[in-house]
């Protein structure tokens, strides 16, 4: 079974950083693509960074761009989210996701179909 684990969610003042990051298991590693995506409370899913571990392309939506960065250490299994220049509208709950070939949330060109359970990120002003 596919499992991912995020970790590295907290509270943090407007302008600071965070490192998140999404232990996998269960995978091809190398051959997958993993997301992330953050909800905050009445909004949709939105997805916000991604990277196709074959070749290590990434994805950003335009509100992170400059701000995270994406990046895998293949020896772990694991992808980090490193968040820099944080802003109050950051605060959401951040996701990790897997690609998964036959269904999932599709962005990128990718679809998203295995999914961790959620860190916290609060940004206050």
């Known amino acids: 079974d596919v499992q991912l684990v995020e970790s590295g969610g907290g509270l943090v003042q407007a302008g600071g950083s965070l490192k998140l990051s999404c232990a996998s298991s269960?995978?091809?590693?190398?051959?997958?693509?993993i997301g992330w995506f953050r909800q905050a409370p009445g909004k949709e899913r939105e997805g916000i960074s991604a990277i196709r571990l074959s070749d290590n392309t990434t994805y950003y939506t335009d509100s992170v761009k400059g701000r995270f960065t994406i990046a895998s250490d293949n020896a772990k299994n694991t992808v980090y989210l490193q968040m820099n220049s944080l802003k109050p509208e950051d605060t959401a709950v951040y996701y990790c996701?897997?690609?998964?070939?036959?269904?999932?949330?599709?962005?990128?060109?990718?679809?998203?179909?295995?999914w961790g359970q959620g860190t916290q990120v609060t940004v206050s002003s």
């Open positions: 996701a897997a690609h998964n070939p036959y269904f999932g949330f599709p962005l990128w060109g990718m679809r998203f179909g295995y």
């Open positions: 269960g995978l091809t590693f190398a051959d997958s693509s």
